[in-house]
C-alpha cells in the first residue's frame, strides 16, 4: 500500500479519486485497464499531474462509482489544467521518489551523454513519454524494473 500522507494534501477531486480506489480495493493496474489507459498515466492523474479528458471522467465515474460533481473541478469543462509536481520538495524526502532523484543525480551526466552519442545534441522528452514499472523475480532477489521512453527531440539551429 502506499503511503496516504501525501494524498491529503491533493485537491479534494484528487482526494476522493483514491478514496473511491481504496474502497473498491483497486490498483492502479485495475483502473487502467477499465478505462482503457496505461497505469503510469492514471497513477499520475491521480495525483494531479495528467488532465482528464471527459471521456475519463465519464469511465472513472464509471468505474469508481463515484458522483460527477465531485470531480467536476478537475474536468476539462472547467478549464483545468495540471500544476505538475507543484507540491513536491527538494530533494525529496520520501526515500522512494528520493532514490529516483540519485539516481538521476549518479547516472544523468551519462545518460545525458549517451543519448548525445546515439542520437545527436538534443533530450529525450518528458511530453511525448510513456512509462512503464515491472516487477522481475530471479536468483539474486526481486527487482524493480522501470522503462522510460521519450521521444528525441533534437536541438534546432535557427
Given at each position: 500500500m502506499a503511503d496516504l500522507s501525501y494524498?491529503?494534501?491533493?485537491?479534494?477531486?484528487?482526494?476522493?479519486?483514491f478514496q473511491a480506489k481504496i474502497a473498491k480495493k483497486y490498483t492502479f493496474?485495475?483502473?487502467a485497464e477499465k478505462i482503457g489507459r496505461s497505469e503510469t498515466w492514471?497513477?499520475?492523474?491521480?495525483?494531479?499531474?495528467?488532465?482528464?479528458?471527459?471521456?475519463d471522467i465519464s469511465a472513472l465515474v464509471k468505474v469508481l462509482d463515484i458522483d460527477p460533481a465531485a470531480i467536476e473541478s478537475i474536468s476539462p469543462s472547467v478549464n483545468f489544467q495540471p500544476d505538475r509536481a507543484a507540491k513536491m520538495e527538494m530533494p525529496p524526502h520520501d526515500p522512494t521518489i528520493y532514490r529516483l532523484y540519485e539516481i538521476v543525480l549518479v547516472y544523468g551526466y551519462a545518460f545525458k551523454s549517451i543519448i548525445a552519442e546515439?542520437?545527436?545534441?538534443?533530450?529525450?522528452?518528458?511530453?511525448c513519454f510513456t512509462s512503464k514499472i515491472d516487477k522481475e523475480v530471479d536468483a539474486e532477489g526481486?527487482?524493480?524494473?522501470?522503462?522510460?521512453?521519450?521521444k528525441f527531440?533534437?536541438?534546432?539551429?535557427?
Open positions: 494524498i491529503s494534501t491533493l485537491p479534494s477531486a484528487n482526494q476522493i479519486l493496474a485495475d483502473v492514471v497513477a499520475a492523474a491521480f495525483y494531479g499531474n495528467m488532465p482528464l479528458a471527459e471521456e546515439k542520437f545527436g545534441d538534443g533530450i529525450m522528452s518528458a511530453i526481486t527487482w524493480v524494473k522501470i522503462t522510460l521512453r521519450g527531440l533534437p536541438y534546432i539551429k535557427y
